[in-house]
């Protein structure tokens, strides 16, 4: 049982993580994972398309009945058996389409599941650079809103498109089997109709329309997002949703977008229309050409009696294929989209993985550029990057139970060295060390258990506090836990909610849930912390208590790495780095710098005069 559910894994990871196919081909090879349903539910669909038809052809000769013989001579119980054959079979027609959807809905949710957990899956290998570079908004519509795309294309557009084909078909063979010329009009009418309608799709032009869609689709949900995060702030300053310039930039965009878009779209579906709906008149001058040649043929009427009865059920499959095959093609590229996910590689994984012995941390010769497109191309690749490195030639040395403060300007490459040293990326050439093992030899897992990290957007769980500062540790003691709320300063947080408290975003500052974080970090007693920014609009009350717990860190032999624009946190430090514009311009402790780096003189200068000002 087991080796069979192996295989059947195996089979489900060929088809959704190593496909070269694209369009309508990738989709159908998505839904071959439960074929064997899909199979009975278009048997189902066939049948459900044939009965449709059968109301429309009783009907029609039910009125043959009446037109061909006089009133007292009608066969009742004919005209009777034909009306019970109509009702029969619409009943049936939608007893198959039951069965259809049933059927194809039940394959669609197997295949939804498989989908995302292959994708939850993935992006639990990916590097956390991944996530730094693709907005919440997009990872969102990929998982949820796209997967359920394929959903509707599964459960719904196969079994329509299969009533759809089938009637169409049936129709046209039953037109040509009535008369040929008249059916060849009314085929030549539809074809003339498709290409009037479709001429909006040539030269791929449809595929980029669509492609632009959805990018302002992601657009709207990562704003939209980030609006709602920032609500509070929005609401104290009594400002609407369209103050906030990125969401309503992106809204506007989509409107005048979809609005040109229709006006676009309008003369062809327009012409599409008229042509479906009124083919039937088409027919009119060639059906007048041939009674004229034989006024007494009423056969030939009743068949242009043929054609009006049964176009009726025509209209609406025709319509359907247009409206399908543009939803097929936002299916596809939602597709698209989940496959360039897959198509991001995990951070290679040394065949000869190595543990170091020590915490020394050594950057040699580092030089980094940030992927253009992390969401479309290889995270670890060197392939689309921009030519602005965002590190160049970093060396530095920083022994275990070191110190170092990251100082520097706004976007001079401090939080990057961070990131690299939890590769996040990989750097472009020199190399990380830690305790002399390269960190590509050290594997991702081995490699976060050296690490502590806590950033400056501060993250909490709905769950208990004792729970959230657990996450550092999950088999922690209750006395670890009581030592790393202490250490962190939190014990007011305990006193004030209590540690079994459920807490949110709502129940805890800024300030005390960046406490939280640090405790949860402290509880993993990694031998690594790398701290970013996590003093940064902080009350002085908060600071000083996060400023108490580095000082704790630092007596307990951790190697600290610490990025900041404060220099109050440089009386901990052992080490300071100076960086700008990506480069190390100063490495030493404070006062070597004091005496050797003159920008980092002036930078203590300032803030020592700026902590003397006061208001007379």
Same mark, same amino acid.
């Given at each position: 049982?087991?080796n069979?559910?192996d295989?059947i894994?195996?089979?489900?990871?060929?088809i959704i993580?190593?496909s070269?196919?694209?369009?309508?081909a990738r989709?159908l090879?998505l839904s071959?994972q439960k074929?064997f349903?899909?199979?009975?539910s278009?048997i189902?669909s066939?049948?459900?398309?044939i009965?449709?038809f059968v109301?429309?052809?009783?009907s029609?000769?039910i009125?043959?009945?009446?037109?061909l013989?006089?009133l007292?001579?009608i066969?009742?119980a004919?005209?009777?058996y034909c009306?019970l054959?109509?009702i029969v079979s619409?009943?049936?027609?939608m007893?198959?389409?039951g069965?259809s959807f049933?059927?194809?809905h039940?394959?669609?949710?197997?295949?939804?599941?498989n989908?995302r957990?292959?994708?939850?899956?993935?992006?639990a290998t990916?590097?956390?650079?991944?996530?730094t570079a693709t907005?919440k908004?997009?990872?969102?519509?990929?998982?949820?809103?796209?997967?359920?795309?394929?959903e509707?294309?599964i459960?719904?557009k196969?079994?329509?498109?299969?009533?759809t084909?089938?009637?169409?078909?049936?129709?046209?063979g039953?037109?040509l089997?009535a008369?040929?010329w008249?059916?060849?009009?009314?085929i030549a009418?539809?074809?003339?109709?498709?290409?009037?309608?479709f001429?909006?799709?040539?030269?791929?032009?449809?595929k980029e329309?669509?492609?632009?869609f959805?990018?302002?689709?992601?657009r709207i949900n990562?704003?939209?997002?980030e609006?709602?995060d920032g609500?509070s702030?929005?609401?104290?300053?009594?400002k609407s949703?369209?103050s906030f310039?990125n969401?309503a930039?992106s809204i506007?965009?989509?409107?005048n977008?979809?609005l040109?878009?229709t006006y676009?779209c309008?003369?062809?579906f327009?012409?599409?229309n008229?042509?479906t709906?009124?083919?039937?008149?088409?027919i009119m001058p060639?059906s007048?050409?041939?009674? @004229?040649?034989d006024?007494?043929?009423?056969?030939f009427?009743?068949t242009?009696l043929?054609?009006?009865?049964?176009s009726n059920g025509?209209?609406?499959p025709l319509?359907k294929?247009l409206?399908?095959s543009?939803?097929?093609m936002?299916?596809?590229?939602?597709?698209?989209?989940?496959?360039?996910?897959? &198509?991001?590689?995990?951070?290679?994984?040394?065949s000869n993985?190595?543990?170091?012995?020590n915490y020394?941390?050594?950057f &040699?010769?580092?030089n980094?550029?940030?992927p253009l497109?992390?969401?479309?191309s290889n995270?670890?690749s060197?392939e689309s990057?921009?030519e602005k490195f965002?590190l &160049?030639?970093i060396?530095f040395?920083? &022994?275990?139970?070191e110190?170092l403060?990251i100082?520097?300007q706004?976007?001079?490459?401090?939080?990057t060295i961070l990131?690299?040293l939890?590769r996040?990326?990989?750097i472009?050439?020199g190399?990380?060390k830690?305790?002399?093992?390269?960190?590509?030899?050290i594997?991702?897992?081995?490699?976060?258990?050296?690490?502590?990290l806590?950033f400056?957007?501060?993250? @909490?769980?709905?769950?208990?506090l004792?729970e959230?500062?657990?996450?550092g540790c999950?088999n922690?003691?209750?006395k670890?836990v009581?030592k790393?709320?202490k250490?962190s300063?939190?014990a007011?947080i305990v006193?004030k909610?209590?540690?079994?408290?459920?807490i949110n975003k709502?129940s805890l500052?800024g300030?005390e849930?960046?406490r $939280?974080?640090?405790?949860?970090?402290?509880?993993k007693n990694?031998?690594i912390?790398?701290?970013?920014?996590?003093t940064a609009?902080?009350?002085?009350?908060?600071?000083n208590?996060?400023?108490?717990s580095?000082s704790?860190?630092?007596?307990?032999d951790?190697?600290i790495i610490? $990025?900041?624009h404060?220099?109050q946190?440089v009386k901990?430090a052992?080490?300071?780095?100076?960086?700008?514009?990506?480069?190390l311009?100063?490495?030493?402790s404070?006062?070597e710098?004091l005496?050797?780096?003159?920008?980092?003189?002036?930078m203590w200068?300032m803030?020592?005069k700026?902590?003397?000002w006061s208001?007379?």
């Amino acid at each position: 049982m087991k080796n069979d559910l192996d295989s059947i894994n195996t089979k489900l990871d060929s088809i959704i993580l190593d496909s070269k196919k694209k369009g309508i081909a990738r989709l159908l090879e998505l839904s071959s994972q439960k074929s064997f349903m899909l199979v009975f539910s278009g048997i189902f669909s066939a049948l459900s398309a044939i009965l449709q038809f059968v109301p429309y052809f009783a009907s029609y000769l039910i009125a043959c009945e009446f037109i061909l013989y006089p009133l007292d001579s009608i066969d009742n119980a004919y005209v009777l058996y034909c009306g019970l054959i109509a009702i029969v079979s619409v009943f049936a027609s939608m007893v198959c389409t039951g069965v259809s959807f049933t059927l194809s809905h039940f394959a669609a949710y197997r295949i939804l599941y498989n989908i995302r957990l292959r994708i939850l899956a993935h992006l639990a290998t990916l590097p956390l650079g991944y996530f730094t570079a693709t907005t919440k908004g997009e990872i969102h519509k990929n998982v949820q809103e796209n997967v359920e795309k394929i959903e509707n294309f599964i459960a719904h557009k196969i079994p329509e498109f299969l009533m759809t084909l089938i009637g169409a078909l049936s129709i046209f063979g039953v037109f040509l089997w009535a008369n040929v010329w008249l059916g060849l009009v009314c085929i030549a009418v539809y074809i003339i109709a498709l290409r009037v309608q479709f001429s909006i799709y040539k030269k791929g032009s449809m595929k980029e329309e669509i492609e632009r869609f959805y990018g302002m689709q992601e657009r709207i949900n990562a704003r939209s997002i980030e609006y709602v995060d920032g609500m509070s702030a929005i609401k104290l300053f009594n400002k609407s949703a369209f103050s906030f310039s990125n969401l309503a930039n992106s809204i506007n965009a989509y409107k005048n977008y979809t609005l040109s878009f229709t006006y676009k779209c309008m003369p062809t579906f327009a012409a599409f229309n008229v042509l479906t709906n009124c083919f039937i008149f088409f027919i009119m001058p060639l059906s007048a050409y041939f009674i @004229l040649q034989d006024t007494q043929d009423l056969v030939f009427v009743l068949t242009i009696l043929f054609f009006v009865m049964m176009s009726n059920g025509l209209i609406a499959p025709l319509l359907k294929i247009l409206t399908l095959s543009s939803e097929v093609m936002q299916i596809s590229e939602g597709v698209r989209r989940i496959d360039n996910i897959f &198509k991001i590689k995990p951070l290679l994984e040394s065949s000869n993985p190595q543990i170091p012995k020590n915490y020394d941390i050594t950057f &040699k010769n580092v030089n980094f550029v940030y992927p253009l497109d992390s969401k479309d191309s290889n995270a670890n690749s060197t392939e689309s990057k921009t030519e602005k490195f965002a590190l &160049k030639n970093i060396n530095f040395t920083l &022994k275990q139970g070191e110190f170092l403060v990251i100082l520097g300007q706004s976007g001079g490459g401090k939080s990057t060295i961070l990131s690299l040293l939890a590769r996040f990326f990989d750097i472009e050439s020199g190399e990380i060390k830690i305790g002399g093992v390269n960190i590509k030899d050290i594997k991702t897992q081995d490699l976060m258990n050296l690490l502590s990290l806590v950033f400056q957007d501060s993250f @909490l769980f709905l769950d208990t506090l004792s729970e959230n500062i657990k996450a550092g540790c999950k088999n922690a003691s209750e006395k670890e836990v009581l030592k790393a709320i202490k250490d962190s300063n939190c014990a007011k947080i305990v006193q004030k909610i209590g540690l079994d408290s459920i807490i949110n975003k709502d129940s805890l500052s800024g300030g005390e849930t960046q406490r $939280v974080n640090i405790a949860r970090a402290m509880l993993k007693n990694a031998p690594i912390f790398l701290l970013d920014e996590i003093t940064a609009n902080l009350d002085t009350h908060n600071e000083n208590a996060i400023n108490k717990s580095i000082s704790t860190l630092s007596k307990q032999d951790k190697t600290i790495i610490m $990025v900041t624009h404060k220099l109050q946190s440089v009386k901990y430090a052992d080490k300071i780095a100076l960086i700008d514009k990506g480069e190390l311009i100063a490495f030493g402790s404070h006062s070597e710098l004091l005496q050797s780096c003159q920008m980092y003189k002036d930078m203590w200068q300032m803030q020592h005069k700026a902590r003397e000002w006061s208001v007379i």
